[in-house]
Nanobody
Framework: QEQFVESGGGLVQPGGSLRLSCAASGFRLAYFSVGWFRQAPGKEREGISCINASDGATYYADAVKGRFTISRDDAKGTAYLEMNNLKPDDTAVYFC??????????????????WGQGTQVTVSS
């Protein structure tokens, strides 16, 4: 059974950092583009960063550009999101997803592909 499991969320103070991980099982991550999404209370889920399977091309939403870094280790079947200089507005449930799409198409994806269950990130003093 295909699964995508996030970890690394938690409570952090403004200006702090967190690293999220997403481990794939039951499918070979190397064949898929991977994206990170988030959903804040009362808001729609949004794609914030995606990385291509073939050439490692990346996409970042303006809200996280310069602060977040997406990466992948296909040998481990794991994707990462390094989040620095976190702000209260970054508080959300963070999800990872994988699909055979371009990075922009993946970050705009509303359904399809493989999704994780989500991990809570709370930025508060």
């Amino acid at each position: 059974q295909e699964q995508f499991v996030e970890s690394g969320g938690g409570l952090v103070q403004p200006g702090g950092s967190l690293r999220l991980s997403c481990a794939a099982s039951g499918f070979r991550l190397a064949y898929f583009s991977v994206g990170w999404f988030r959903q804040a209370p009362g808001k729609e889920r949004e794609g914030i960063s995606c990385i291509n399977a073939s050439d490692g091309a990346t996409y970042y939403a303006d809200a996280v550009k310069g602060r977040f870094t997406i990466s992948r280790d296909d040998a481990k079947g794991t994707a990462y999101l390094e989040m620095n200089n976190l702000k209260p507005d970054d508080t959300a449930v963070y999800f990872c997803a994988a699909a055979t799409r371009s990075v922009r198409a993946l970050c705009a994806m509303k359904s399809g592909g493989y999704w994780g269950q989500g991990t809570q990130v709370t930025v508060s003093s």
